[in-house]
């Protein structure tokens, strides 16, 4: 599962390895540690629902007792165990994210529409009047990030700061490890605050709930909770977009009203979800799965995107799938992702908002020259470039910032947010480990960042 060939065509080989192996099928990760790839519909949703023979522990897998993958593995950063809910099972996984969807739980939907709304209005604004924008650099990849802010009670002043400095460490440069230690220093900050004064937010209801997670435990969660949100609602709102942009047909359908929005959506869910495999599971005891017999410790990576088009689930996969929310894009079982509905909210009224205030986008150059960076994870657009009739930008609103939650009473000072900048020596200095990322071009796989970030 490592080579050209998932590089240049991650879809192509997991169908290859469907017609050859059925739905579940060997592979081999880089180092040539081997591992089974799960590509039927039914068996992924078989290892998701039964936590009791596949565990989400990672101290459980084979390879490592065996002492298989090198300290320097490029699977390390995703695979090593960390205390985050994550790798958790049985009942440190309930407390762990027990506190993060009731946290989530609490929030008005009305509440954070209004929060993406005001937050897609400003990022249009900021190049409506251009007549060009390329939709992934100056609105996708920013919008999920600004609204997480507010979801976390920031400052407004801290936001942009704080998006800056996420996206900088998502992007792997050299200054990604600063940037990281800043957003870690920022949001201690603001559990620290929390702790002292709670209002109406996630860090305060993560600090406040029954599972009586540590400081620390908050800290780390809330920078899962902006990692995990963010990469994938940014290839949501990129999937939809390239849709819209590039099949007219379903433009036209949205436009004329037979499609709504939400369909849309699950639409671009089940044909390119925004990840494509999670890493995975591993078996309790020894097993049998599909066809195959699986050994204790075994690692399953779990190909939801190839899941998704299982010809035994969808023999056509031109066939609506309208109303039908059965594929696999949020996984399912235990560890299924608490934050569907915020990622939906954010990328359906994102989009709403764009398409209505530039009803005539069009895509700019030829829907073949579109670049996409791929892993055997994800793959992502990594432009969206566009043109479209000039507009005005709105007019400023008069009324205070829209809250996604009842205010509360006492709204304390906040300790002042850090000023961000990478390149400063506190955050700069060897007071932080050595990157696990690439160098200042490179651009590092999303979830390999991700984890390696995850794990300091
Ligand atoms: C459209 C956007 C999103 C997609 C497609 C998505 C997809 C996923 C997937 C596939 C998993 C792995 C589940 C497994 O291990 O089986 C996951 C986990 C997770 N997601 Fe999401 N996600 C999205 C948005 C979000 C948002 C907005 C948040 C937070 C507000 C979030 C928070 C999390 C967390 C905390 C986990 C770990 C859950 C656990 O292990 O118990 N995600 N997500």
């Known amino acids: 599962m490592y080579g050209a060939e998932v590089e240049a065509d991650a879809r192509g080989f997991y169908e290859r390895m469907r017609r050859e192996h059925g739905p579940v099928a060997p592979v081999l990760l880089p180092g040539d540690i081997p591992a089974w790839l799960v590509t039927g519909h039914s068996e992924i ?27 320097d593995s490029p699977l390390m950063p995703m695979l090593a165990w960390q205390p985050l ?51 992934i650099g100056q609105f996708s990849e920013h919008l999920p990030m600004l609204v997480m802010t507010q979801l976390f009670g920031m400052p407004d002043e801290a ?24 957003v870690v220093e920022v949001l201690s900050k603001l559990v620290a605050d929390r702790r002292r004064t709670p209002r109406q937010d996630l860090p305060s209801w993560l600090l406040l709930d029954e599972a009586e997670l540590t400081d620390e435990e908050v800290v780390e969660h809330l920078r899962l909770i902006l990692v995990a949100a963010n990469e994938t609602t940014v290839n949501l709102i990129a999937n939809v977009l390239r849709v819209v942009l590039t099949d007219p ?11 709504q929005l939400p369909d849309a959506l699950e639409m671009v869910l089940w044909d390119d979800p925004p990840l494509a495999v999670v890493p995975g599971r591993w078996a309790v005891n020894p097993t049998r799965l599909g066809e195959v017999d699986i050994h204790e410790g075994d690692l399953l990576m779990l190909a939801l995107g190839a899941g998704n088009v299982d010809p035994r689930v969808r023999p056509d996969v031109t066939a609506s799938v309208a109303g ?48 996409w960076t791929s892993s055997w994870l994800a793959r992502h657009l990594a432009e969206l470039p566009v043109d479209f009739t000039p507009v005005l930008p709105k007019p400023a609103p008069a009324a205070a910032t829209p809250s996604a939650y009842p205010q509360s009473p006492q709204q304390a000072p906040a300790t002042p947010y850090p000023a961000y900048d990478p390149a400063s020596a506190p955050f700069s200095s060897g007071a932080v480990s050595a990157p696990a990322v690439g160098g200042p071009t490179r651009r590092v796989p999303w979830w390999r960042r991700l984890l390696s970030l995850l794990q300091r």
């Open 249 to 259: 047909a379903f433009r036209r359908s949205l436009a004329g009203g037979q499609l």
């Open 45 to 71: 949703l078989e290892v998701v629902r039964t936590p009791s023979k596949y565990s989400r522990d990672s101290r459980r897998w084979n390879a490592f007792q065996q002492g298989l993958v090198a300290p």
């Open 324 to 371: 039908n929310r059965a594929h696999l894009a949020f996984s399912g079982g235990p560890h299924e992702c608490p934050g569907a509905d915020v990622g939906r909210a954010i990328a359906e009224t994102g989009i709403d908002v764009l398409l209505a205030r530039l009803p005539d986008l069009q895509l700019s150059v030829p829907e073949g020259e579109l670049r």
């Open 159 to 182: 936001g942009p700061q704080l998006v800056n400095a996420l996206r900088d460490l998502m992007k792997g440069t050299e200054t990604a490890l600063a940037s990281n230690a800043y």
């Open 85 to 135: 809910c994550v790798f958790a099972d049985g009942g440190d996984h309930q407390r762990l994210r027990g506190a993060v969807t009731r946290g989530l739980d609490r929030f008005d939907r009305r509440g954070v529409r209004r929060y993406v709304t005001r937050y897609a209005d400003q990022l249009v604004d900021g190049f409506c009047q251009k007549g060009e924008a390329d939709l």
